[in-house]
């Protein structure tokens, strides 16, 4: 983004630039937001603000060539450092500190020389992967199946796709989307299957910001409707042959029983 040289007052020979993509951050870790100077010039001695949507909302404020730490707001107070060793290039860099989900959106860039300043808007964009997705299975009281996909602890909120063995799309039978205190998404997604043969079903989960991808795939081998008799007739069959060995012994436990009592009568 470029700075509007419309916002500037007076006469200036600068103008504040920013970069043109959104700036991409990790969760818990740090970001760095540069603006600079055009054409390039010493700005230690100038004075620099960085805000967020309103220009009271202060994450940052270097004024009379120190930084005051207790100009910023309440949620950025020693979190935000200047890159120091950059300033003499006319380079602005931004730090903040371990990078939270509330950090995600726009920041603004405010340089001033006595009564001249320029500005510039940078967004910055906050992701986080997930945990592995867990895949459940379920039984309806109709007998079909039911997959449930459950992952937790992504940002910005996560886009979810079930997929077949070959990489077609299943619609999703539900897909909930909730988020906890600390601003993270955490996302529950079903799947009825309703045909009955053999699947290798993925359910994929991924972050739009990084396109970083976690997925599970889970393989389901469900009898056609034509192979039900032979199972019927395996399983009756497993049944009689069980039954014959109950019988075959309890007849030789009998027998057992009656010669020991017939050779204890002949010698009484």
């Not at 931004?94 to 001249?116: E, K």
């Not at 309806?140 to 077609?168: H, I, M, N, Y």
């Not at 009898?223 to 012994?249: F, H, Q, R």
């Not at 309890?250 to 009484?268: D, P, S």
Request: hydrophobic share 35%; with cysteine; aromatic share 8%.
């Amino acid at each position: 983004m470029i700075g509007d040289p419309a916002h500037s007052r007076g006469r200036g020979a600068f103008q504040v630039q920013g970069p043109h993509k959104p700036m991409v951050a990790m969760l818990g870790g740090d970001a760095e937001l540069p603006c600079f100077l055009l054409p390039p010039q010493n700005i230690k001695n100038m004075d620099i603000r960085w805000t967020r949507f309103l220009p009271s909302q202060v994450v940052h404020l270097y004024e009379d060539g120190r930084d005051k730490p207790e100009e910023a707001m309440e949620e950025y107070f020693k979190r935000t450092t200047l890159v120091e060793n950059v300033m003499h290039k006319g380079i602005v860099v931004l730090r903040i500190l371990t990078i939270q989900p509330s950090d995600n959106g726009q920041y603004h860039c405010v340089i001033q020389n006595g009564f001249f300043y320029s500005d510039t808007m940078i967004e910055l964009k906050v992701a986080a992967i997930g945990s592995h997705p867990q895949l459940l299975v379920e039984v309806t009281k109709f007998g079909q199946l039911r997959l449930k996909c459950k992952s937790e602890g992504w940002f910005p909120q996560p886009k979810v796709q079930w997929t077949d063995s070959e990489g077609g799309e299943i619609p999703a039978e539900t897909e909930i989307h909730t988020q906890d205190k600390g601003g993270l998404f955490h996302v529950t997604t079903s799947l009825l299957l309703r045909e009955t043969s053999q699947k290798n079903l993925t359910c994929s989960i991924w972050n739009p910001e990084l396109d970083q991808k976690k997925k599970e795939q889970l393989s389901i081998a469900v009898a056609e409707p034509d192979s039900k008799i032979p199972i019927i007739m395996g399983v009756a069959l497993a049944l009689l042959v069980l039954l014959n060995c109950i019988i075959t012994g309890l007849c030789f436990k009998y027998k057992r029983k009656l010669r020991i009592y017939q050779v204890t009568r002949n010698y009484t």
